[in-house]
Nanobody, 115 residues
């Protein structure tokens, strides 16, 4: 499974961004997809994910501000981010888990929130 993120950039506090993740490969093996983020010196953390039943899980820090969604073919995953704060500044990674617990990562896209 190959994952390619896009949509990152710079935005002012209170602004919005929409990240996209284009997935390809053995998508029939994917049972979970999500978004993680990482800042220098810290561990990569879960932002949001969809399980095999398309149930969404969000970290407490983004709940009610971010929305994760995916098309029915699993070829595109989105993360709609609103009310962004400087604490949301990070590299955002698309993530997929395939049967057999194999993990797949995109190359990451930078999101910078500053005035």
């Amino acid at each position: 499974v190959q994952l390619v993120e896009s949509g990152g950039g710079s935005v002012q506090p209170g602004g919005s961004l929409r990240l996209s993740c284009a997935a390809s490969g053995r998508l029939f093996q994917v049972y979970s997809m999500g978004w993680y983020r990482q800042v220098p010196g810290k561990q990569r953390e879960l932002v949001a994910r969809l399980d095999s039943g398309s149930r969404a899980e969000y970290s407490d820090s983004v709940k009610d501000r971010f929305i994760i969604s995916r098309d029915s073919t699993k070829t595109t995953l989105w993360l709609q981010m609103t009310s962004l704060t400087p604490e949301d500044t990070a590299v955002y990674y698309c993530h997929a888990v395939t049967y057999g617990a194999n993990q797949h990562w995109g190359q990451g896209t930078q999101v910078t929130v500053s005035s």
